[in-house]
């Protein structure tokens, strides 16, 4: 059976990672399409016109959107291989709800690292390095939050990684002394090709929140 | 399965304490209900549970706790999966039952307390035009969704039913305040059918709160974030 797919997708945007990580695991062929959100396709208005934001994921010319819904859409479409989420319900409860967690803290106090100055600063590097100390909880010993593979969570958190330096840069700390084994668990999801295809370089990011910042008129 | 067995950790005037109580009664599964008035504090219990978020509501399915209402629902439906599905079968459709219930829990139902809290008469007219843009849109949603049929999950109340129907007893009341109809036979007339339909379904009769208590409630609720000195009865 032909399965059409296209995403609709913005290189530094840790939200398109995800997409491009759960298509890999699944060894979905796909067309990517890069969208400059300055001027946004007539696509990308059409498909998602609620919210007009990227990714969105077109499947035999349906759109899905939200990448956190985009990814639950594939594992169970795509469910043969490589699963995300884990059979059992209590385990499935579970990794929804530390990716919701790992989403909400990272997008929100991660923007403020990079776009604020001062306490508002200061308290948003404090509450992301507890977010992180939570989540380096969660992990455990194992190798990845999905156990012995990559899971959901995984998916879902690993591409604010390609973030951290630039919040580094920007914030004037350092995540890997505080955090150590978390940054050992992205390392290991990095030598997975599905995940180092899908994210891009650090400094690369670290250019575009530069200019952003610039653009924004922030310091 | 012994009622002690199933916990739900709630608040009488929170809309995602509904949820799971409704999709417990979809399931028809006996569960203790624990009210938490956590505007006076916050239990051992519900510490214990929720560390992390400490909010209500909290599944605690034997030793289990499981939090966030829309994760809850979706528990229930998996671990009772030989009663009525709520969750669609079809992944397409789930994919925009998900979509539905993520607007409305991040972008609708906060319009709806941006009302509450405007300042000025053009703040307060803002935001109900933000919240009738929100209600045309889910009339249309309704009627792709319900392809003809009574509820957004088909014959039966589903995921977005639940997410969507725990949001009217605090419209009902920002319609009292405000003195004006939000669903009304004029604009949203397939939403006007569909909320009778919800509000007396015997999932949801018992669970829903009453609009005259809530309403008490949500005077004192404003008054504390205005800042003004509140009669707390």
Redesign the interface.
């Known amino acids: 059976m032909s399965e059409e797919v296209v995403l609709l997708d913005f290189w530094p945007s840790p939200f398109g990672m995800r997409m491009r990580i759960a298509l890999a695991e699944k060894g979905i062929k796909y067309e990517s399409k890069e969208e400059d959100l300055r001027n946004k396709s007539d696509l990308l208005l059409q498909m998602n016109p609620?919210h007009q934001k990227i990714p969105v994921l077109i499947?035999n010319g349906?759109p899905?959107?939200?990448s956190l819904?985009?990814v639950?859409?594939i594992d169970?479409?795509w469910h043969h291989k490589s699963p995300l989420l884990p059979s059992d319900?209590?385990q499935?409860?579970i990794a929804?709800?530390w990716a919701?967690?790992a989403d909400k803290k990272m997008s929100d106090l991660g923007r403020k690292i990079w776009a604020t100055k001062g306490e508002e600063q200061a308290n948003a590097k404090k509450e992301f390095i507890e977010s992180l100390k939570?989540l380096e909880g969660e992990l455990g010993d194992k190798p990845y939050f999905g156990g012995e593979n990559l899971g959901y969570v995984d998916v879902v958190f690993v591409p604010f990684y390609s973030w951290f330096y630039a919040y580094e840069m920007c914030g004037d700390f350092s995540i890997d002394a505080e955090c150590p084994k978390l940054m050992a668990w992205a390392k290991r999801c990095l030598e997975k090709e599905s995940v180092s295809e899908s994210l891009p370089d650090q400094e690369k990011v670290y250019g575009f929140v530069l200019q952003m910042k610039k653009a924004f008129g922030i310091e | 399965m012994a009622k002690s067995d199933v916990k739900v950790l709630g608040s009488w005037p929170s809309p995602y304490a509904m949820r799971p109580r409704i999709a417990l009664n979809i399931k028809s599964v006996d569960y203790e209900y624990v009210e938490e008035r956590v505007w006076e504090g916050k239990t051992e219990l519900l510490l214990q549970s929720n560390p992390v978020h400490k909010k209500i509501p909290v599944l605690i399915h034997g030793d289990n706790p499981i939090c966030e209402s829309l994760n809850i629902v979706q528990y229930i439906d998996e671990t009772w999966s030989s009663g009525p599905s709520i969750l669609p079968s079809d992944p397409y459709e789930g994919a925009i039952a998900r979509f539905w219930a993520a607007y409305l829990d991040e972008k609708w139902f906060p319009s709806i307390k941006s009302i509450a809290i405007a300042q000025g008469e053009d703040a307060r007219k803002a935001a109900i035009a933000q919240v009738e843009e929100g209600l045309a849109l889910l009339e249309e949603a309704f009627g792709k969704c319900s392809k003809g049929k009574p509820f957004f999950g088909g014959d039966q109340i589903g995921f977005l039913d639940i997410a969507f129907g725990s949001f009217l007893g605090w419209l009902r009341v920002t319609e009292k305040f405000n003195g004006m109809k939000l669903l009304s036979e004029a604009k949203t007339p397939a939403l006007v059918n569909w909320a009778d339909r919800f509000c007396s379904d015997a999932a949801v009769k018992d669970v829903m709160p009453d609009t005259e208590k809530l309403a008490e409630f949500g005077k004192m609720v404003i008054a504390k974030i205005r800042g003004a000195g509140a009669e707390i009865h």
């Open positions: 609620i499947h349906k899905v959107c939200e819904i985009q639950q859409y169970e479409v319900p209590y499935r409860a929804r709800f919701d967690f939570l």
